[in-house]
């Protein structure tokens, strides 16, 4: 998407194929930087920094780690040696680990002269397969959109969507999940607003929803997480878009702590004579089949130091970590929940959008 | 309540009647400062920079200003003056006005020389009603936790309540709101534990109430706003209590901004058989005869600045001020919501706990 008028993604190499560059997620939204990632150690390092960040953006990003490495050993205990340590760089990300044994298991198959050509070309279509995943989401919900804001009991307002988190082209190599029906809305003509909840505690929905709707000139503002129960009494949201980590077989979706309060509050007002509608938006293989429902989830408990303190700008135009509970108290982390199916409209996913009971079909 | 051992109030005059000392709340959580106010002029300072907050004690604050400014001058005209200057120093506090006018009245009625030491007692007994008035709503809570603990499916594990912003003896002279019962039920032996959501955007939860709570001695745990829902899911969620700033005839509670959505999450969660009870804890003046629904109540929209920064102790031991939003991003602020009665399972107050339906008791 836009970045100061000009197309960007998040990861893109060189014309030769000699290194990446990745936009420095970390400096967001206060400094738009791109760095130059030149070898394997530094993709680790990117990775395990966060400076790329986003399921399916960390994949990417080892995909493009794997061919950096192949520019320095094409063996065959190299390339064993690369994928754990990729995978170890961010262990629970389960797209690298997806993207790493793909890229084993086609290299190994490969003459070792010819590994280094085929990294590269494997990484760069596993780049642009999250690219048209996500367009034909984007696509899906733009006609959901599309069809909520021409049946609108009140014209000429803008239609207000409710997001929470990142699920933007940040997280992804472009487009993104969540955003990208609202980025083909907008790109449309349809005069979309978006309420962009801060999100505590990593503050993702502040931090960079907000950023990417700003620079790609998408009206939004942002709002506490305790704010967004009150707009949906008052008639200010008209739908719901979230991310999720995990959807399980039953449509339950487990997604950054605090969706499931969003979406009681959705089922529980009205709009356009409706349930305000309460969709999320994933690739199909986020849907976990092998689970039957979100309570076999476990949850993420992170440390509380992310509850306890929180990184702004100071007044002197630098990043600062400050604390904001008392030094006497500690602090809880869950990092996700779980929305029932029974709160959820529909997965948006590129293959189409299913209600929960429906969702086989996109098997 | 205790702060380091010792029993302490937010305000109290000295012996003589010739100042009064608060606690700085502006410094909390990260200094105990107490600030002697020996003029109307600071008491007035006080109240306008939110070194005293929270309706109960601003009311008190202000009637203790009247005391000063009659070491000052005991004339009706002077009366007159100072009655204005305190009702403009926090102009939307409804307790203020109260006791001003209240202040105003009985000083009146007395010869100007009398109106020095009346006004004294008269202040002494405003606060001493705040007190009897939180001692009796959390004598009746009590009774309401003590029931339910003995009810608790699974014995021998701690009382968990979610509590909401800043309802806590900082708020009022001592005791609190909803915090009073807790405090009464933590001093008669209870195994209790809170959880204190931050409240974000002014963080009253991480900043004051934990901070109380740490200096009570009652064990708690800081969560994100987000985080309520899930642990009422996980079943970690036993009773829900907040303060309100105005209950309406119908028993629609109108509290800080997100108080919507834990009800709503307790609602939908089942604790011991029962949804999870969530209850208001407000002195019965806070009850608004006149409007029969929360529709009726205008939200306050606050500046946004609020959310887009948040204030904390930075590495050096300093408050800072730090922005958490994009420099091209705005915010927007409603700081109250509405929580129908439907969610509510009863209104705690000084005569007693009323369910919303049999509210008109309490009239």
Same mark, same amino acid.
């Given at each position: 998407m836009k970045v100061a008028q000009k197309h960007c993604r998040t990861i893109w190499p060189d014309a030769r194929c000699k290194f990446v560059q990745i936009i420095d997620q970390t400096k967001l939204p206060f400094a738009f930087e791109i760095v130059r990632v030149q070898s394997l150690e530094q993709m680790v390092h990117a990775i395990s920094t966060m400076q790329v960040r986003g399921a399916p953006l960390i994949g990417v990003a080892a995909a493009y780690g794997m061919a950096l490495a192949m520019l320095e050993d094409e063996s065959d205990a190299y390339l064993a040696q690369v994928a754990e340590l990729l995978i170890a760089s #961010?262990?629970?990300?389960v797209n690298l680990a997806w993207a790493v044994g793909r890229m084993v298991a086609a290299l190994q198959a490969m003459p070792h002269t010819r590994r280094n050509f085929t990294a590269w070309r494997l990484a760069a279509n596993i780049a642009e397969e999250d690219v048209a995943q996500n367009q034909a989401i984007g696509q899906h919900g733009f006609e959901l959109i599309k069809s909520m804001y021409q049946n609108q009991l009140i014209k000429d307002r803008p239609f207000n969507i409710l997001t929470h988190c990142n699920a933007g082209w940040l997280a992804t190599v472009d487009f993104g999940t969540a955003l990208a029906p609202i980025y083909a809305a907008h790109d449309a003509g349809i005069k979309v607003h978006v309420w962009v909840g801060?999100? #505590?505690?990593?503050?993702q929905g502040a931090f960079l929803t907000a950023w990417e709707l700003a620079q790609h000139g998408v009206p939004h503002t942002v709002i506490t997480d305790n704010a967004g129960g009150h707009l949906m009494q008052q008639g200010l949201v008209d739908m719901v878009i979230v991310g999720a980590d995990r959807v399980t077989a039953n449509g339950d979706v487990c997604n950054k702590i605090g969706t499931y309060l969003k979406a009681l509050a959705a089922f529980d007002n009205i709009v356009s004579n409706q349930r305000i509608p309460f969709y999320a938006a994933v690739p %199909?293989?986020? !849907?976990?089949?092998?689970?039957? %429902?979100?309570?076999d989830i476990k949850i993420e408990e992170r440390n509380g130091d992310e509850v306890s303190s929180i990184q702004g700008l100071d007044k002197g135009g630098k990043l600062q970590t400050v604390r904001? !509970?008392?030094?006497?108290s500690s602090a809880a982390n869950p990092a996700f929940d779980v929305t029932p199916? #029974?709160?959820?409209s529909g997965i948006i996913t590129e293959k189409g959008v299913f209600a929960p009971q429906n969702l086989h079909e996109c098997k």
């Open positions: #961010r262990p629970t990300a801060e999100t #505590r505690p990593r503050n %199909s293989p986020t !849907i976990d089949w092998a689970l039957t %429902s979100g309570k904001v !509970i008392p030094l006497e199916a #029974r709160l959820v």
